[in-house]
């Protein structure tokens, strides 16, 4: 409200410096409120309703339009390979007799197709059929046969075999179906290998054949009742410890060593295989170590 004063009572406020208020013209009031207007709230651009109300729609379009799941249709197991069979059923409940012989005539994966003979595994009296499995402290897994273990169906043949044999007799056993007995030395010890087949040019076991061997590997530890396992290689360790350690596929073999691991109850050490002894011989004192370990674990 402003103040309704004549020019006498003005000039007088003049002379004081007091400023009076002086109202704009009423034609200015509607372009003063629209440059405020204008300055405070930008300009709405054009279509927005338009363009917010199709964000809205956008997804009930995107979900009206997603293509439905296939109904899911359940599938047979697929059939072996030509020329496989499955494997045998029962192994966990098979006596020591029908053990070698489903051993002997499994055909569950390729590698049957070119193996000469297969390689149970060798102890005392080990050979003789229709017996039960053989009275052994020790069972040493190795992880694959060779072209040598191949050919005489038996395993650590060769240079890698003469080897082991030195390696044992060094810690007091045997090889259990040497006709060469030792005085003082033990002969209660089984020597298998994880892969009861060669794979071609004695390359590493595939994951799929060993998980088709573990379950023979399984019940010849349950049948023979060894005291002390001795595992040589990284993938006999793999398959023994694949329960019991997390994760042992990404663990370096070293790392896997210098310790007791279990097996079904039974100790396990871990060690090199005789043919990568051979060709790192500065791993053989490491080697020595182990069994050593071993040879303590099994005492007590």
Same mark, same amino acid.
């Given at each position: ?11 007088? !406020? ?13 034609? @200015?009031?509607?372009?003063?409120? /629209? ?18 109300? @199709? ?36 192994? %966990? ?8 012989? @489903? ?7 390729? +590698? ?16 003789? @059929?229709? %017996? ?19 050919? /005489? ?9 003469? +080897? ?59 049948? +023979? ?6 595992? +040589? ?43 990568? !002894? ?23």
């Amino acid at each position: 409200m402003s103040l309704d004063l004549d020019k006498r009572q003005r000039a007088m !406020l003049r002379e004081m410096g007091v400023r009076i208020w002086q109202a704009p013209p009423a034609t @200015a009031v509607p372009d003063v409120l /629209a440059a405020m207007d204008s300055a405070a709230v930008p300009a709405r651009p054009p279509r927005a309703e338009a363009r917010f109300d @199709a964000e809205l729609r956008r997804p009930q379009v995107a979900a009206a339009r997603a293509p439905q799941p296939a109904p899911t249709v359940a599938r047979a197991p697929a059939a072996p390979a030509a020329g496989l069979e499955p494997r045998p059923a029962g192994i %966990e409940l098979m006596a020591w007799p029908a053990l070698q012989f @489903a051993v002997a005539g499994c055909r569950a994966c390729a +590698l049957c197709t070119n193996r000469k003979h297969t390689v149970f595994g060798v102890g005392p009296h080990s050979g003789q @059929a229709g %017996e039960a499995a053989p009275a052994v402290d020790w069972l040493v897994v190795g992880e694959a046969p060779g072209e040598n273990e191949d050919i /005489a169906g038996e395993p650590f043949v060769g240079q890698a075999g003469k +080897l082991l044999d030195n390696m044992l007799l060094a810690i007091g056993l045997q090889r259990g179906n040497d006709d060469a007995a030792r005085p003082g030395v033990a002969r209660n010890i089984f020597i298998t290998n994880v892969l009861k087949c060669r794979p071609p040019a004695n390359r590493n076991p595939d994951p799929t054949e060993i998980a088709q061997c573990e379950p023979y590997l399984k019940r010849q530890v349950e049948l +023979l009742q060894p005291k002390m396992i001795l595992a +040589l290689g990284k993938f006999a360790a793999q398959s023994l410890l694949q329960d019991s350690v997390p994760e042992v596929q990404k663990i370096p073999l070293g790392k896997l060593r210098g310790q007791v691991h279990r097996y079904l109850g039974v100790p396990v050490v871990v060690s090199y295989h005789p043919a990568y !002894l051979l060709r790192s011989l500065g791993d053989k004192a490491k080697a020595w170590d182990d069994l050593c370990l071993a040879m303590s674990e099994f005492k007590r």
